[in-house]
Protein backbone atom coordinates (compact mmCIF):
# COMPACT_ATOMS: atom_id res chain seq x y z
CA UNK A 1 0.00 0.00 0.00
CA UNK A 2 1.47 3.38 -1.26
CA UNK A 3 -0.46 5.99 1.36
CA UNK A 4 2.57 6.43 3.59
CA UNK A 5 4.57 7.76 0.26
CA UNK A 6 1.74 9.79 -1.03
CA UNK A 7 0.29 11.12 1.94
CA UNK A 8 2.42 14.49 1.82
CA UNK A 9 1.72 15.17 -1.23
CA UNK A 10 -2.43 16.21 -0.79
CA UNK A 11 -1.36 19.95 -0.49
CA UNK A 12 0.37 19.81 -3.69
CA UNK A 13 -2.52 17.82 -5.49
CA UNK A 14 -3.13 20.39 -9.26
CA UNK A 15 -6.96 18.86 -8.97
CA UNK A 16 -9.08 18.75 -6.28
CA UNK A 17 -12.44 18.26 -7.41
CA UNK A 18 -15.36 19.44 -5.26
CA UNK A 19 -17.94 17.22 -6.41
CA UNK A 20 -21.33 16.04 -5.34
CA UNK A 21 -24.14 15.18 -3.29
CA UNK A 22 -25.87 11.56 -3.49
CA UNK A 23 -28.90 10.60 -1.82
CA UNK A 24 -29.09 6.75 -2.34
CA UNK A 25 -32.19 5.57 -4.25
CA UNK A 26 -33.33 8.85 -5.21
CA UNK A 27 -35.90 8.62 -1.97
CA UNK A 28 -33.88 10.91 0.56
CA UNK A 29 -34.34 14.78 1.13
CA UNK A 30 -32.13 17.12 0.41
CA UNK A 31 -30.88 18.80 3.85
CA UNK A 32 -29.59 22.17 3.19
CA UNK A 33 -25.75 21.18 3.26
CA UNK A 34 -23.18 23.80 3.04
CA UNK A 35 -19.86 23.63 0.43
CA UNK A 36 -18.03 20.45 -0.27
CA UNK A 37 -15.58 19.05 0.94
CA UNK A 38 -13.93 17.81 -1.90
CA UNK A 39 -12.35 14.38 -3.37
CA UNK A 40 -8.53 13.29 -3.12
CA UNK A 41 -7.62 9.32 -3.69
CA UNK A 42 -4.96 8.01 -1.79
CA UNK A 43 -2.31 5.21 -2.47
CA UNK A 44 -1.88 3.17 -6.05
CA UNK A 45 -5.40 2.31 -6.80
CA UNK A 46 -4.53 -0.30 -9.75
CA UNK A 47 -3.42 -1.94 -6.40
CA UNK A 48 -6.88 -2.09 -5.42
CA UNK A 49 -7.62 -4.57 -8.37
CA UNK A 50 -7.91 -8.49 -8.23
CA UNK A 51 -3.92 -9.31 -8.35
CA UNK A 52 -4.41 -10.48 -12.20
CA UNK A 53 -6.12 -6.87 -12.62
CA UNK A 54 -3.44 -4.57 -11.57
CA UNK A 55 -1.23 -2.64 -13.32
CA UNK A 56 0.54 0.36 -13.62
CA UNK A 57 -1.44 3.86 -12.29
CA UNK A 58 -1.87 6.47 -15.11
CA UNK A 59 -2.14 9.91 -13.95
CA UNK A 60 -4.30 11.02 -16.28
CA UNK A 61 -7.88 12.45 -16.58
CA UNK A 62 -10.34 10.38 -18.69
CA UNK A 63 -11.60 9.62 -22.34
CA UNK A 64 -12.68 13.26 -23.22
CA UNK A 65 -16.57 14.44 -22.90
CA UNK A 66 -19.29 12.11 -23.47
CA UNK A 67 -21.02 12.13 -26.48
CA UNK A 68 -24.97 12.05 -26.73
CA UNK A 69 -26.63 8.72 -27.86
CA UNK A 70 -28.63 8.79 -31.11
CA UNK A 71 -30.30 5.92 -29.55
CA UNK A 72 -30.65 7.85 -26.15
CA UNK A 73 -29.55 5.35 -23.83
CA UNK A 74 -25.85 5.32 -23.21
CA UNK A 75 -23.53 8.43 -23.77
CA UNK A 76 -19.75 8.13 -24.48
CA UNK A 77 -16.02 9.06 -25.43
CA UNK A 78 -15.81 9.17 -28.69
CA UNK A 79 -14.72 5.99 -30.05
CA UNK A 80 -15.98 4.03 -26.98
CA UNK A 81 -19.47 2.11 -28.05
CA UNK A 82 -21.69 -0.39 -26.32
CA UNK A 83 -23.98 -3.19 -26.90
CA UNK A 84 -26.98 -4.45 -24.79
CA UNK A 85 -26.32 -7.92 -23.07
CA UNK A 86 -29.89 -8.74 -21.09
CA UNK A 87 -32.56 -6.09 -21.07
CA UNK A 88 -35.64 -6.85 -18.14
CA UNK A 89 -39.01 -8.02 -19.74
CA UNK A 90 -37.06 -8.17 -23.10
CA UNK A 91 -34.48 -10.67 -23.80
CA UNK A 92 -35.10 -13.95 -22.56
CA UNK A 93 -34.21 -16.86 -19.98
CA UNK A 94 -33.06 -20.36 -21.15
CA UNK A 95 -35.99 -21.68 -18.72
CA UNK A 96 -38.20 -18.93 -21.51
CA UNK A 97 -39.31 -16.45 -18.83
CA UNK A 98 -38.59 -12.60 -19.13
CA UNK A 99 -35.16 -11.43 -18.35
CA UNK A 100 -36.16 -10.32 -14.61
CA UNK A 101 -35.92 -6.61 -13.41
CA UNK A 102 -33.45 -4.42 -11.42
CA UNK A 103 -30.03 -5.70 -11.91
CA UNK A 104 -27.59 -4.63 -9.26
CA UNK A 105 -24.47 -5.79 -8.23
CA UNK A 106 -22.56 -7.92 -10.85
CA UNK A 107 -18.83 -9.90 -11.24
CA UNK A 108 -17.34 -11.21 -14.11
CA UNK A 109 -15.85 -14.83 -13.83
CA UNK A 110 -13.37 -16.48 -16.50
CA UNK A 111 -12.75 -20.27 -16.36
CA UNK A 112 -11.00 -21.31 -19.28
CA UNK A 113 -12.44 -20.19 -22.25
CA UNK A 114 -15.91 -19.85 -20.64
CA UNK A 115 -16.78 -16.48 -19.43
CA UNK A 116 -19.97 -15.50 -17.10
CA UNK A 117 -21.67 -12.62 -15.77
CA UNK A 118 -23.16 -13.35 -12.07
CA UNK A 119 -25.96 -10.66 -12.23
CA UNK A 120 -27.98 -9.65 -8.48
CA UNK A 121 -31.39 -8.74 -9.38
CA UNK A 122 -32.75 -6.06 -6.38
CA UNK A 123 -36.81 -7.18 -6.67
CA UNK A 124 -38.09 -6.23 -3.31
CA UNK A 125 -42.09 -7.59 -4.80
CA UNK A 126 -43.36 -4.54 -7.12
CA UNK A 127 -41.10 -5.02 -10.20
CA UNK A 128 -42.67 -6.43 -13.46
CA UNK A 129 -40.49 -9.46 -13.73
CA UNK A 130 -39.61 -12.02 -10.91
CA UNK A 131 -36.67 -14.43 -10.92
CA UNK A 132 -38.49 -17.35 -12.11
CA UNK A 133 -38.93 -19.88 -8.86
CA UNK A 134 -37.79 -22.57 -10.84
CA UNK A 135 -37.53 -26.21 -8.85
CA UNK A 136 -34.48 -27.10 -7.25
CA UNK A 137 -32.85 -23.21 -7.21
CA UNK A 138 -35.91 -21.78 -5.06
CA UNK A 139 -35.12 -20.62 -1.71
CA UNK A 140 -38.97 -19.26 -0.51
CA UNK A 141 -41.65 -19.41 -3.65
CA UNK A 142 -43.14 -16.32 -2.28
CA UNK A 143 -39.58 -14.28 -3.01
CA UNK A 144 -38.97 -12.69 -6.19
CA UNK A 145 -35.35 -11.82 -6.00
CA UNK A 146 -31.97 -13.72 -6.74
CA UNK A 147 -29.57 -13.80 -9.55
CA UNK A 148 -29.22 -15.13 -13.21
CA UNK A 149 -26.15 -16.52 -14.47
CA UNK A 150 -24.91 -14.76 -18.03
CA UNK A 151 -22.76 -16.44 -20.14
CA UNK A 152 -20.96 -14.29 -22.55
CA UNK A 153 -18.59 -14.68 -25.31
CA UNK A 154 -14.93 -12.84 -25.61
CA UNK A 155 -15.98 -9.59 -26.93
CA UNK A 156 -18.92 -9.61 -24.28
CA UNK A 157 -22.05 -10.35 -26.85
CA UNK A 158 -24.87 -12.80 -25.13
CA UNK A 159 -24.82 -16.28 -25.30
CA UNK A 160 -27.39 -17.55 -22.96
CA UNK A 161 -28.86 -16.33 -19.78
CA UNK A 162 -30.32 -18.60 -16.75
CA UNK A 163 -31.60 -18.96 -12.80
CA UNK A 164 -28.72 -19.47 -10.94
CA UNK A 165 -30.57 -18.67 -7.50
CA UNK A 166 -34.00 -17.61 -7.01
CA UNK A 167 -36.61 -16.93 -4.09
CA UNK A 168 -34.47 -14.95 -2.52
CA UNK A 169 -35.13 -10.98 -1.40
CA UNK A 170 -33.39 -7.59 -2.73
CA UNK A 171 -30.72 -8.86 -4.11
CA UNK A 172 -28.64 -5.65 -3.84
CA UNK A 173 -24.60 -5.54 -4.11
CA UNK A 174 -22.33 -8.76 -2.78
CA UNK A 175 -18.47 -10.01 -3.74
CA UNK A 176 -16.52 -11.88 -5.69
CA UNK A 177 -14.33 -14.88 -3.72
CA UNK A 178 -10.95 -16.05 -3.69
CA UNK A 179 -11.82 -19.70 -5.00
CA UNK A 180 -14.52 -18.24 -7.81
CA UNK A 181 -17.88 -17.85 -6.55
CA UNK A 182 -19.84 -15.10 -5.79
CA UNK A 183 -21.26 -14.01 -2.66
CA UNK A 184 -25.04 -12.41 -3.00
CA UNK A 185 -26.41 -10.34 -0.48
CA UNK A 186 -30.26 -9.96 0.30
CA UNK A 187 -30.60 -6.30 1.57
CA UNK A 188 -33.63 -6.67 3.76
CA UNK A 189 -34.95 -8.20 7.59
CA UNK A 190 -37.89 -9.14 6.16
CA UNK A 191 -39.57 -11.84 8.55
CA UNK A 192 -41.57 -14.60 7.43
CA UNK A 193 -45.82 -14.08 7.08
CA UNK A 194 -47.60 -13.17 4.03
CA UNK A 195 -46.19 -14.28 0.71
CA UNK A 196 -43.13 -15.04 2.52
CA UNK A 197 -42.41 -18.94 3.67
CA UNK A 198 -39.24 -17.76 5.26
CA UNK A 199 -37.04 -15.44 6.86
CA UNK A 200 -34.76 -13.16 4.81
CA UNK A 201 -31.27 -10.91 5.15
CA UNK A 202 -29.04 -13.58 4.67
CA UNK A 203 -25.86 -13.94 2.12
CA UNK A 204 -26.30 -17.18 -0.30
CA UNK A 205 -23.20 -18.63 -2.55
CA UNK A 206 -23.40 -18.70 -6.13
CA UNK A 207 -21.50 -20.71 -8.55
CA UNK A 208 -20.94 -19.34 -11.86
CA UNK A 209 -20.14 -22.04 -13.97
CA UNK A 210 -21.08 -24.91 -11.72
CA UNK A 211 -25.13 -25.72 -11.72
CA UNK A 212 -25.03 -28.33 -9.38
CA UNK A 213 -23.29 -25.83 -6.80
CA UNK A 214 -26.31 -23.79 -6.80
CA UNK A 215 -29.23 -26.48 -6.23
CA UNK A 216 -31.22 -26.37 -2.64
CA UNK A 217 -29.82 -22.81 -1.85
CA UNK A 218 -28.51 -22.45 1.47
CA UNK A 219 -28.47 -19.19 3.91
CA UNK A 220 -25.09 -18.51 5.21
CA UNK A 221 -26.71 -17.67 8.56
CA UNK A 222 -23.62 -17.74 10.32
CA UNK A 223 -22.95 -14.49 8.43
CA UNK A 224 -25.79 -12.49 10.08
CA UNK A 225 -29.08 -11.65 8.79
CA UNK A 226 -29.85 -7.77 8.27
CA UNK A 227 -29.54 -5.22 5.68
CA UNK A 228 -26.60 -6.75 3.60
CA UNK A 229 -24.50 -4.53 0.95
CA UNK A 230 -21.19 -6.08 0.11
CA UNK A 231 -18.57 -8.20 1.25
CA UNK A 232 -14.92 -8.90 0.82
CA UNK A 233 -13.31 -11.65 1.48
CA UNK A 234 -9.35 -11.99 2.67
CA UNK A 235 -7.90 -14.47 0.65
CA UNK A 236 -5.03 -15.73 3.20
CA UNK A 237 -7.84 -16.33 6.09
CA UNK A 238 -11.29 -16.58 4.96
CA UNK A 239 -12.52 -14.00 6.84
CA UNK A 240 -15.29 -12.12 4.90
CA UNK A 241 -15.66 -8.72 5.91
CA UNK A 242 -19.48 -7.06 5.18
CA UNK A 243 -21.12 -4.02 4.65
CA UNK A 244 -24.43 -2.98 6.37
CA UNK A 245 -27.14 -0.25 4.30
CA UNK A 246 -29.75 0.71 7.03
CA UNK A 247 -30.85 3.66 9.16
CA UNK A 248 -32.45 4.07 12.48
CA UNK A 249 -29.44 3.68 13.82
CA UNK A 250 -27.18 3.58 11.03
CA UNK A 251 -25.84 0.52 9.75
CA UNK A 252 -22.53 -1.24 10.58
CA UNK A 253 -19.78 -2.88 9.52
CA UNK A 254 -19.20 -6.43 10.19
CA UNK A 255 -16.02 -9.22 10.05
CA UNK A 256 -16.59 -12.64 10.20
CA UNK A 257 -13.35 -15.21 11.08
CA UNK A 258 -14.01 -18.97 10.27
CA UNK A 259 -13.64 -21.33 13.60
CA UNK A 260 -10.80 -23.88 13.52
CA UNK A 261 -10.25 -26.01 11.48
CA UNK A 262 -12.44 -24.38 8.44
CA UNK A 263 -10.24 -24.42 5.38
CA UNK A 264 -11.59 -21.74 2.59
CA UNK A 265 -12.92 -23.18 -1.42
CA UNK A 266 -15.56 -23.90 -3.10
CA UNK A 267 -18.11 -25.80 -1.42
CA UNK A 268 -16.48 -24.84 2.35
CA UNK A 269 -19.11 -22.37 3.06
CA UNK A 270 -22.15 -24.44 2.28
CA UNK A 271 -21.18 -27.52 4.26
CA UNK A 272 -19.83 -25.15 7.29
CA UNK A 273 -23.40 -23.79 7.04
CA UNK A 274 -24.83 -27.42 6.81
CA UNK A 275 -22.82 -28.91 9.64
CA UNK A 276 -23.63 -28.94 13.73
CA UNK A 277 -23.90 -25.66 14.73
CA UNK A 278 -23.67 -23.89 11.35
CA UNK A 279 -25.85 -21.19 11.86
CA UNK A 280 -23.67 -19.59 14.61
CA UNK A 281 -20.16 -21.06 13.32
CA UNK A 282 -17.01 -18.71 13.02
CA UNK A 283 -16.95 -15.11 14.66
CA UNK A 284 -19.68 -12.28 13.58
CA UNK A 285 -18.52 -9.19 15.13
CA UNK A 286 -19.10 -5.37 14.61
CA UNK A 287 -16.22 -2.64 13.96
CA UNK A 288 -15.28 -0.13 16.86
CA UNK A 289 -12.44 2.69 15.63
CA UNK A 290 -10.62 4.85 17.76
CA UNK A 291 -8.53 8.08 17.74
CA UNK A 292 -6.03 7.71 20.58
CA UNK A 293 -8.09 6.63 23.20
CA UNK A 294 -11.51 8.77 22.28
CA UNK A 295 -14.32 6.19 20.80
CA UNK A 296 -15.42 7.39 17.39
CA UNK A 297 -19.34 6.94 16.90
CA UNK A 298 -19.39 7.80 13.24
CA UNK A 299 -17.10 7.77 10.19
CA UNK A 300 -18.72 11.05 8.97
CA UNK A 301 -16.57 12.77 12.01
CA UNK A 302 -13.86 11.99 9.29
CA UNK A 303 -13.19 14.98 6.88
CA UNK A 304 -10.15 14.61 5.75
CA UNK A 305 -8.39 11.83 3.33
CA UNK A 306 -5.31 10.10 5.47
CA UNK A 307 -7.40 9.96 8.82
CA UNK A 308 -6.75 6.51 10.26
CA UNK A 309 -8.21 4.94 13.17
CA UNK A 310 -7.17 1.86 14.86
CA UNK A 311 -10.17 -0.95 15.32
CA UNK A 312 -11.58 -3.35 17.34
CA UNK A 313 -14.04 -5.77 16.84
CA UNK A 314 -17.07 -6.64 19.26
CA UNK A 315 -18.85 -9.88 18.90
CA UNK A 316 -22.55 -9.81 17.63
CA UNK A 317 -25.09 -11.45 20.58
CA UNK A 318 -27.75 -13.01 18.29
CA UNK A 319 -26.62 -12.71 15.00
CA UNK A 320 -30.24 -14.07 13.69
CA UNK A 321 -31.99 -11.32 14.91
CA UNK A 322 -34.60 -13.11 16.14
CA UNK A 323 -36.12 -10.50 18.93
CA UNK A 324 -33.47 -7.62 17.66
CA UNK A 325 -32.27 -5.89 14.84
CA UNK A 326 -28.45 -6.69 14.45
CA UNK A 327 -27.38 -2.95 14.89
CA UNK A 328 -29.79 -2.00 17.47
CA UNK A 329 -28.04 -5.05 19.83
CA UNK A 330 -25.27 -2.22 20.83
CA UNK A 331 -25.18 1.00 22.53
CA UNK A 332 -23.52 3.95 20.49
CA UNK A 333 -20.49 3.34 22.90
CA UNK A 334 -19.59 0.19 21.65
CA UNK A 335 -19.55 0.22 18.17
CA UNK A 336 -18.54 2.90 15.13
CA UNK A 337 -22.15 3.92 12.17
CA UNK A 338 -21.61 4.77 9.14
CA UNK A 339 -24.80 5.97 7.34
CA UNK A 340 -25.38 4.20 3.76
CA UNK A 341 -22.50 1.46 3.96
CA UNK A 342 -22.61 0.25 0.26
CA UNK A 343 -19.78 -1.13 -2.18
CA UNK A 344 -17.02 -3.28 -1.11
CA UNK A 345 -14.05 -5.44 -2.77
CA UNK A 346 -10.24 -6.67 -1.67
CA UNK A 347 -7.30 -5.48 -2.67
CA UNK A 348 -3.94 -4.01 -1.65
CA UNK A 349 -3.48 -6.38 0.97
CA UNK A 350 -6.90 -5.21 2.65
CA UNK A 351 -10.71 -4.63 2.67
CA UNK A 352 -12.23 -1.61 0.97
CA UNK A 353 -15.64 -0.13 1.48
CA UNK A 354 -18.04 2.55 0.79
CA UNK A 355 -20.03 5.01 2.77
CA UNK A 356 -22.57 6.25 0.22
CA UNK A 357 -23.77 9.49 1.43
CA UNK A 358 -24.19 11.34 5.17
CA UNK A 359 -26.70 14.26 6.30
CA UNK A 360 -27.09 15.72 9.70
CA UNK A 361 -30.78 14.48 9.31
CA UNK A 362 -29.96 10.83 9.33
CA UNK A 363 -28.07 11.29 12.45
CA UNK A 364 -24.63 11.55 10.99
CA UNK A 365 -21.95 13.82 12.83
CA UNK A 366 -20.56 15.42 8.79
CA UNK A 367 -21.91 15.88 5.79
CA UNK A 368 -20.56 14.25 2.97
CA UNK A 369 -21.51 12.67 -0.75
CA UNK A 370 -18.93 9.65 -0.32
CA UNK A 371 -16.40 8.28 1.25
CA UNK A 372 -13.91 4.94 0.45
CA UNK A 373 -12.22 3.82 3.61
CA UNK A 374 -9.35 0.90 3.50
CA UNK A 375 -9.18 -1.84 6.20
CA UNK A 376 -5.77 -3.21 6.94
CA UNK A 377 -6.08 -6.11 8.98
CA UNK A 378 -1.99 -6.04 9.65
CA UNK A 379 -2.33 -3.10 11.31
CA UNK A 380 -5.97 -3.40 12.67
CA UNK A 381 -6.99 -0.01 11.21
CA UNK A 382 -9.11 2.07 8.62
CA UNK A 383 -8.17 4.95 6.60
CA UNK A 384 -10.26 7.35 4.74
CA UNK A 385 -8.99 7.23 1.21
CA UNK A 386 -12.10 9.40 -0.70
CA UNK A 387 -14.59 11.86 0.19
CA UNK A 388 -17.17 13.47 -1.58
CA UNK A 389 -18.16 16.78 -1.38
CA UNK A 390 -22.03 17.61 -1.61
CA UNK A 391 -23.68 17.97 -4.95
CA UNK A 392 -24.53 21.53 -5.48
CA UNK A 393 -26.87 21.11 -8.34
CA UNK A 394 -27.05 17.15 -9.50
CA UNK A 395 -29.39 18.20 -12.55
CA UNK A 396 -26.96 19.69 -14.06
CA UNK A 397 -24.60 17.77 -15.82
CA UNK A 398 -21.30 19.68 -15.47
CA UNK A 399 -18.50 17.30 -14.11
CA UNK A 400 -20.70 16.87 -10.85
CA UNK A 401 -20.70 13.87 -9.06
CA UNK A 402 -22.52 12.12 -6.43
CA UNK A 403 -22.82 9.10 -4.32
CA UNK A 404 -20.79 6.21 -5.06
CA UNK A 405 -22.40 2.61 -4.61
CA UNK A 406 -20.87 0.10 -6.49
CA UNK A 407 -17.35 0.81 -7.07
CA UNK A 408 -14.37 -1.35 -9.40
CA UNK A 409 -11.08 -0.58 -10.33
CA UNK A 410 -9.96 0.33 -13.50
CA UNK A 411 -6.99 -2.40 -14.77
CA UNK A 412 -5.85 1.13 -16.61
CA UNK A 413 -5.85 3.09 -13.77
CA UNK A 414 -8.12 4.69 -10.83
CA UNK A 415 -11.49 3.60 -9.82
CA UNK A 416 -14.74 3.45 -11.21
CA UNK A 417 -18.19 3.93 -9.58
CA UNK A 418 -21.57 4.02 -10.24
CA UNK A 419 -23.70 6.94 -8.76
CA UNK A 420 -26.77 6.47 -7.01
CA UNK A 421 -27.73 10.06 -6.71
CA UNK A 422 -29.86 12.42 -7.94
CA UNK A 423 -30.21 14.06 -10.64
CA UNK A 424 -28.39 12.86 -14.02
CA UNK A 425 -26.64 10.05 -13.79
CA UNK A 426 -23.27 8.69 -14.27
CA UNK A 427 -20.43 6.01 -14.20
CA UNK A 428 -17.60 8.06 -13.70
CA UNK A 429 -13.60 7.48 -13.20
CA UNK A 430 -11.44 8.55 -9.82
CA UNK A 431 -7.70 8.90 -11.11
CA UNK A 432 -5.05 8.30 -8.67
CA UNK A 433 -4.31 12.18 -8.83
CA UNK A 434 -7.70 13.06 -7.86
CA UNK A 435 -9.56 13.83 -10.71
CA UNK A 436 -12.80 12.84 -11.38
CA UNK A 437 -14.04 12.28 -14.86
CA UNK A 438 -17.03 10.80 -17.28
CA UNK A 439 -16.90 7.19 -18.32
CA UNK A 440 -20.51 7.14 -19.24
CA UNK A 441 -24.32 8.97 -18.40
CA UNK A 442 -27.41 7.52 -18.73
CA UNK A 443 -29.33 9.46 -21.33
CA UNK A 444 -32.23 6.73 -21.10
CA UNK A 445 -33.69 8.39 -17.52
CA UNK A 446 -32.39 9.08 -13.93
CA UNK A 447 -32.05 5.14 -12.59
CA UNK A 448 -28.20 4.28 -10.95
CA UNK A 449 -25.97 2.26 -12.68
CA UNK A 450 -25.43 -0.67 -10.70
CA UNK A 451 -23.01 -3.62 -11.05
CA UNK A 452 -19.47 -2.17 -12.98
CA UNK A 453 -16.96 -4.51 -13.69
CA UNK A 454 -14.24 -5.45 -15.87
CA UNK A 455 -13.51 -8.68 -18.20
CA UNK A 456 -10.10 -10.29 -16.73
CA UNK A 457 -8.29 -8.43 -20.07
CA UNK A 458 -10.04 -5.43 -19.41
CA UNK A 459 -11.43 -4.83 -22.67
CA UNK A 460 -14.81 -4.55 -21.63
CA UNK A 461 -16.47 -2.91 -18.86
CA UNK A 462 -19.89 -4.71 -17.78
CA UNK A 463 -22.16 -2.40 -16.02
CA UNK A 464 -26.22 -2.13 -15.59
CA UNK A 465 -28.88 0.37 -16.00
CA UNK A 466 -30.84 -0.53 -13.07
CA UNK A 467 -34.25 0.16 -14.24
CA UNK A 468 -35.69 -1.18 -16.02
CA UNK A 469 -33.07 -3.28 -16.32
CA UNK A 470 -30.10 -3.25 -18.69
CA UNK A 471 -26.78 -5.03 -18.47
CA UNK A 472 -23.96 -3.48 -20.88
CA UNK A 473 -20.85 -3.99 -22.20
CA UNK A 474 -18.81 -1.59 -23.00
CA UNK A 475 -15.69 -1.59 -24.85
CA UNK A 476 -13.55 1.19 -26.40
CA UNK A 477 -9.45 2.69 -26.14
CA UNK A 478 -8.89 1.71 -22.65
CA UNK A 479 -5.57 2.20 -22.68
CA UNK A 480 -5.42 5.71 -24.03
CA UNK A 481 -6.50 7.92 -21.24
CA UNK A 482 -6.05 11.83 -21.72
CA UNK A 483 -3.17 13.81 -19.73
Not at 72 to 99: D, I, N, R, W
Not at 224 to 239: F, I, L, N
Request: charged share 20%; proline share 6%; hydrophobic share 35%.
Amino acid sequence: MLFAAIQPLWTSFPKVIVLASSFSRRDVLRSGAAGGIGIAVAGSLAALADPAMAQVTRHTAGYGPVVPDPKGLLALPKGFSYKVVAEAGVTKLESGQATPSDADGTAFFAHGHRYALVNNHEISGGEPFKVPALDGLTYDPGAGGGTTTIDVAKDGSRVREYVSLAGTHNNCAGGRTPWGTWLTCEETEQRAGGAFAKDHGYVFEVDPFDRDANQSPVPLKFLGRYSHEAVAVDPRTGAIFLTEDAGGPNGLYYRWTPPRGYRAGKGALRKLALGQGGDTAGRLQAMSCFKGTTHITDLAQATQPGTRYRVTWVDVPDRDAKTTSVRKQFTDDQITRSRKLEGAYWGDGGAYFVASFARHSDGSVNEHDGQVWFYDPRTETVTLKTIFGVNPDPDRDAGNYDGPDNITVSPHGGLILAEDGEGVSHLFGVTDGGTAYTVARNDLNDSEFTGPTFSLDGRILFANIQTPGIVLAITGPWGHQRR
